[in-house]
């Protein structure tokens, strides 16, 4: 017979499964409680800044060399591009962005030239 504490480690488990499929993309991790979107956008639920932050220390720790550009900071549309400068990645572009109340996250893969 199932105690209660197993119920709720079943649960936690059941819950994960459905976002563990969105945890990393093009080599990349992603946000805690990151959801894919139909349109191929990754929803973020967290606070713009924090996503900005968790990519920000990931490229560090990684020391990969990422340039970045806040494009648009407004009280209403926040945006960031991260660009990749190492030819390895399997990604070249981040764009993290804030509108309507919701944080969103796209990744551009790399184009690798015809052989």
Do not use: C
Not at 67 to 81: A, D, L, M, P
Not at 83 to 103: A, I, L, M, R
């Amino acid at each position: 017979m199932w105690h209660r504490p197993h119920a709720w480690l079943l649960w936690l488990l059941l819950l994960g499964a459905g976002s563990a499929a969105a945890e990393n993309l093009f080599g990349l991790p992603l946000p805690a409680r990151t959801k894919r979107n139909p349109d191929e956008r990754l929803e973020v639920r967290g606070t713009y800044e924090a996503t900005v932050s968790f990519f920000e220390r990931h490229f560090a720790k990684a020391k990969l060399a990422v340039t970045s550009e806040e494009r648009v900071h407004r009280v209403s549309v926040k945006f960031t591009h991260f660009e990749s400068q190492d030819s390895t990645t399997e990604w070249h572009h981040v764009n993290v962005s804030q509108y309507d109340g919701k944080v969103y996250v796209v990744i551009l893969p790399r184009v690798r030239p015809s052989p």
